[in-house]
């Protein structure tokens, strides 16, 4: 795992001997995915074309770039469907069973909650079909049913709504017409998220039979630990996609923040240095990258980024055998990361993170959760104010002008490139959001808003919002711990002194928690000029 340092908490790095860094980590060399939402890639074969790692589309006047022609591209000419897919929503971890939760997907208003009479979690359209109320602020019945508190109709996990008050039990059974019936999407829990289908047609009930989401095995492996978290990112799904999948602005927009390996020649105080990718197969479904030696990136359409590095064999002690030879250490160290990027509304996307990793596994499972999450989020802020802007400029020149606007002559662009690549030639250049939404991005709130870590994080955090909630309690009870000496001090006219001291370090105290409290919960800001 890379260590993260922060002014609060250092996240260890967990390598005892081999040491892991980000510009590795973000392309991982992969095991075989058994599953079929990737295998359309290796098997298509009848009509290829050859795509440049690199495509630059300078002027005249600026030298050509010459670069690799190496990535094969199915040019069938397949379009790729964004609602025939599976999106996910939440980690299971982060749910509370009692409530429903609400959510966007794909410019779906949607809400997620816990029917336990089927004892699986369900997907409703968040809207009551009486008024169009939203359900996600209702409640969990004593029947177990999504009751709607605006007038008190409910619905059980099927859709069908079992229950309207207002309505006379001697006229006809107005619950039962269709038009009381709430919009149902198919949904499953895959990877310890939540996954849904985004068509509530009634064709799809029973989707998960024919198509299932992208399976990844270590998620699945019982001797990897997962490292998971999520948060709301305040710029679009494309420029997340891209972001993970550019490991050369680690040292430069993340400085100070993720330890690098240095290089062997440093030609600036970060230590940039030329990063050799390459995308080597791209289809409907996604694309395949290498870096180098170093691992291999994957690309699953639409939401996940999946990259892991060689394994590292363990360099314990062996073990002894009977006849006195040492037989070498079988384990392999594996750390992986996993992104899961969800298109949300034109400028805001979802990022849910899982790590897996198979060594150091005693210490996170006694390193609190929200530990882990003051350091991710510190690596997302420190270049998330950069990235809402640039999103602005792309689409101010227009989507389809990125080829001719963004000058990418190196090879550490190579998967921005193939994902660009992939974006026009399958899936229409952009999301498709089905005229919901106009094109404009909405507009630019002030930089403590866009950077909110509460609302965009903690809120839906179990672990961060428990650790939120106490550690405002202790700040409370410092402050009344720094009253209550002065009084008994004023009272008493006893060890003055030392209830003085202690009531001064009970208010420092408070003050510290507090600053600390709104550092690491609501808004830490990264100055790059000042790093």
């Given at each position: 795992?890379?260590?993260?340092r922060?002014?609060?908490?250092?996240?260890p790095?967990?390598v005892?001997?081999?040491?892991?860094y980000?510009?590795?980590?973000m392309?991982?060399?992969?095991?075989?995915?058994?599953s079929?939402?990737f295998?359309r890639i290796?098997?298509?074969?009848?009509s290829k074309s050859?795509?440049?790692?690199?495509?630059s589309s300078?002027?005249?006047?600026?030298?050509?770039?010459t670069?690799?022609?190496?990535?094969?591209?199915?040019?069938?000419?397949?379009?790729?469907?964004?609602?025939?897919?599976?999106?996910p929503?939440m980690?299971?971890?982060?749910l509370d069973k009692?409530?429903?939760?609400a959510?966007?997907?794909?410019?779906l208003?949607?809400?997620?909650?816990?029917?336990?009479?089927?004892?699986t979690?369900?997907v409703?359209?968040?809207?009551c079909?009486h008024?169009?109320?939203?359900?996600?602020?209702?409640?969990i019945d004593?029947?177990?049913?999504?009751?709607?508190?605006y007038?008190?109709w409910?619905?059980n996990?099927s859709?069908?709504?079992?229950?309207i008050p207002?309505?006379?039990?001697?006229?006809?059974?107005?619950?039962?017409?269709?038009?009381a019936?709430?919009a149902?999407?198919?949904?499953?829990?895959?990877?310890?998220?939540?996954w849904?289908?985004?068509?509530?047609?009634?064709?799809?009930?029973d989707?998960?039979?024919?198509?299932?989401?992208?399976t990844?095995p270590e998620?699945?492996d019982?001797?990897?630990?997962?490292?998971?978290?999520c948060r709301?990112?305040?710029?679009?799904?494309?420029?997340?996609?891209?972001?993970?999948?550019?490991?050369a602005?680690?040292?430069y927009?993340?400085?100070?923040?993720?330890?690098?390996?240095p290089?062997?020649v440093?030609?600036d105080?970060e230590?940039?240095?030329p990063?050799e990718?390459?995308?080597k197969k791209?289809?409907i479904d996604?694309f395949l990258?290498?870096?180098?030696?170093?691992?291999?990136?994957?690309?699953?359409?639409?939401?996940v980024?999946?990259a892991?590095s060689s394994?590292?064999?363990?360099k314990?002690?062996?073990?002894?055998s009977?006849?006195?030879?040492e037989k070498?250490?079988?384990?392999?160290?594996?750390a992986v990361?996993?992104?899961?990027?969800i298109?949300?509304?034109p400028g805001?996307?979802?990022l849910i993170?899982?790590f897996p990793?198979?060594?150091g596994i005693?210490i996170?499972?006694v390193?609190?959760?929200?530990?882990t999450?003051?350091?991710v989020?510190i690596?997302?802020?420190?270049?998330l104010?950069?990235?809402?802007?640039?999103?602005?400029k792309i689409?101010?020149i227009g989507?389809?002008?990125?080829?001719?606007?963004?000058?990418v002559p190196?090879?550490s662009d190579?998967?921005?490139?193939?994902?660009?690549?992939w974006?026009?030639k399958?899936?229409g250049?952009q999301v498709d959001?089905?005229?919901?939404y106009?094109?404009?991005?909405p507009?630019?709130p002030?930089?403590?808003e866009?950077?909110?870590?509460y609302?965009?994080?903690?809120?839906s955090?179990?672990s961060?919002s428990?650790?939120y909630?106490r550690?405002?309690?202790l700040?409370?009870?410092?402050?009344?711990a720094?009253?209550a000496?002065?009084?008994?001090?004023?009272a008493t006219?006893?060890n003055?002194?030392v209830?003085?001291?202690?009531?001064?370090?009970?208010?420092?105290?408070s003050?510290?928690?507090?600053?600390?409290i709104y550092?690491?919960f609501h808004?830490h800001?990264?100055k790059?000029a000042?790093?």
């Amino acid at each position: 795992m890379v260590g993260v340092r922060t002014p609060y908490v250092c996240i260890p790095s967990l390598v005892s001997e081999t040491q892991f860094y980000k510009p590795k980590l973000m392309s991982f060399q992969f095991n075989p995915i058994h599953s079929s939402s990737f295998s359309r890639i290796h098997q298509k074969t009848s009509s290829k074309s050859k795509l440049f790692t690199t495509i630059s589309s300078s002027p005249s006047s600026v030298p050509t770039v010459t670069p690799e022609p190496e990535l094969e591209v199915d040019s069938q000419g397949e379009k790729f469907d964004w609602y025939a897919q599976w999106y996910p929503i939440m980690l299971v971890c982060d749910l509370d069973k009692r409530v429903p939760h609400a959510k966007r997907v794909m410019g779906l208003d949607i809400v997620l909650w816990w029917d336990r009479n089927e004892n699986t979690w369900k997907v409703f359209g968040d809207a009551c079909p009486h008024r169009l109320a939203p359900l996600s602020e209702g409640r969990i019945d004593q029947w177990g049913r999504l009751q709607c508190v605006y007038h008190g109709w409910c619905f059980n996990g099927s859709g069908d709504c079992k229950f309207i008050p207002q309505a006379s039990p001697d006229g006809p059974p107005v619950h039962t017409f269709k038009k009381a019936c709430v919009a149902v999407y198919p949904s499953t829990v895959h990877h310890d998220i939540v996954w849904f289908w985004p068509n509530s047609d009634p064709q799809y009930k029973d989707i998960i039979t024919k198509k299932q989401p992208p399976t990844i095995p270590e998620l699945d492996d019982p001797s990897f630990i997962k490292l998971t978290g999520c948060r709301d990112i305040p710029y679009g799904y494309e420029i997340l996609i891209e972001n993970l999948m550019d490991p050369a602005h680690v040292t430069y927009a993340h400085y100070g923040i993720i330890r690098t390996r240095p290089p062997k020649v440093k030609a600036d105080r970060e230590g940039g240095c030329p990063v050799e990718l390459s995308v080597k197969k791209l289809g409907i479904d996604g694309f395949l990258g290498d870096q180098d030696q170093y691992g291999t990136n994957k690309f699953i359409a639409p939401c996940v980024s999946y990259a892991y590095s060689s394994p590292v064999v363990d360099k314990g002690e062996g073990i002894v055998s009977s006849d006195g030879t040492e037989k070498p250490p079988s384990r392999q160290q594996k750390a992986v990361l996993v992104f899961f990027c969800i298109p949300v509304s034109p400028g805001r996307s979802r990022l849910i993170w899982v790590f897996p990793q198979n060594f150091g596994i005693w210490i996170f499972k006694v390193f609190p959760r929200f530990l882990t999450h003051l350091g991710v989020n510190i690596v997302v802020d420190s270049d998330l104010y950069l990235l809402h802007l640039e999103e602005r400029k792309i689409m101010d020149i227009g989507l389809a002008n990125w080829q001719k606007a963004c000058f990418v002559p190196t090879k550490s662009d190579a998967f921005v490139v193939g994902f660009r690549r992939w974006l026009k030639k399958y899936a229409g250049g952009q999301v498709d959001w089905r005229g919901k939404y106009s094109g404009a991005l909405p507009p630019t709130p002030p930089r403590e808003e866009l950077m909110d870590r509460y609302w965009s994080h903690v809120v839906s955090c179990r672990s961060c919002s428990a650790a939120y909630n106490r550690f405002n309690a202790l700040e409370v009870v410092l402050q009344v711990a720094s009253l209550a000496s002065i009084g008994i001090a004023t009272a008493t006219k006893q060890n003055v002194k030392v209830m003085v001291a202690v009531a001064v370090l009970c208010f420092a105290g408070s003050k510290w928690l507090a600053h600390f409290i709104y550092k690491n919960f609501h808004y830490h800001d990264y100055k790059h000029a000042l790093h």
